[in-house]
């Protein structure tokens, strides 16, 4: 038996063209993707993923809530000067307990506080100070935060938020889209939007009108749970 006849035939018939090679179901990226059971498996590159915000359960409006701030640079300064400060006390402690002279601060401290009445100045705008940043600190622990995100409408498991700069841009390109609208400015609050525009023909009083009936369809394409009041101001641009 020759050469030829026992090598497998790898040439189509007339074509004159290898066969490409066919790929089985289990090869198949794609199949064998979907197909996949849900577990990981090594060497296989994961799908992408992306953390939500969950919502709270038993919230009948959808998730209309502000989103809530984690305060962390606030959190980590109080924590830094707790640490210090206990630290530095615990450490004197620890000198007095071991039979070593403790720190003269601590001795001058107790010496001045002492003697010291209670409506002096210093006393005084202590205690103020403490109380200020102890107000500070309970605004921060009782607001949301995150003045920047609009709260949208969302899914049962998910929070969706818009930010203000987005917003005002998708309400800019409606405006602009107004015949004889100029220029556009718009300022995004989260309770009121202000709109100023300038129009360079046409009746002003119309274009206000096709204005505030764009904005108001923009605004509502946003899918915001507590869509701002609008406030539209058109005029003639200044003549130089």
């Excluded at 189509?12 to 996949?36: W, Y």
């Excluded at 984690?70 to 830094?80: E, F, K, M, N, Y």
């Excluded at 402690?93 to 039979?99: I, K, P, Q, S």
């Amino acid at each position: 038996m020759s050469e030829d006849a026992t090598r497998p035939e790898a040439v189509r018939a007339g074509a004159g063209e290898p066969e490409p090679p066919r790929l089985s179901k289990s090869d198949d990226p794609v199949t064998a993707h979907d197909a996949d059971d849900g577990r990981e498996h090594p060497g296989r590159e994961q799908p992408p993923t992306t953390s939500y915000q969950r919502l709270q359960q038993g919230r009948p409006d959808d998730g209309g809530g502000r989103f809530w701030s984690v305060r962390r640079a606030p959190a980590l300064i109080v924590g830094l000067l707790l640490l210090a400060g206990t630290a530095l006390l615990l450490y004197d402690v620890a000198l007095v307990r071991t039979g070593r002279r403790g720190g003269a601060w601590r001795r001058e401290l107790a010496a001045d506080l002492a003697t010291r009445r209670l409506d002096d100045p210093v006393v005084v705008v202590c205690a103020a100070a403490a109380v200020l940043l102890g107000l500070w600190l309970l605004v921060l622990a009782l607001t949301p935060g995150l003045r920047n995100l609009l709260t949208m409408h969302g899914e049962p498991d998910l929070r969706a938020g818009l930010e203000r700069g987005a917003a005002a841009l998708v309400l800019r390109d409606r405006a602009m889209e107004v015949p004889g609208v100029r220029s556009v400015r718009v300022s995004v609050r989260r309770r009121r939007v202000r709109v100023r525009a300038e129009s360079h023909f046409r009746d002003v009083d119309t274009v206000r009108a096709e204005t505030e009936e764009a904005l108001a369809d923009g605004m509502a394409s946003l899918g915001l749970t507590r869509p701002p009041r609008l406030a539209v101001q058109v005029r003639r641009p200044v003549k130089r």
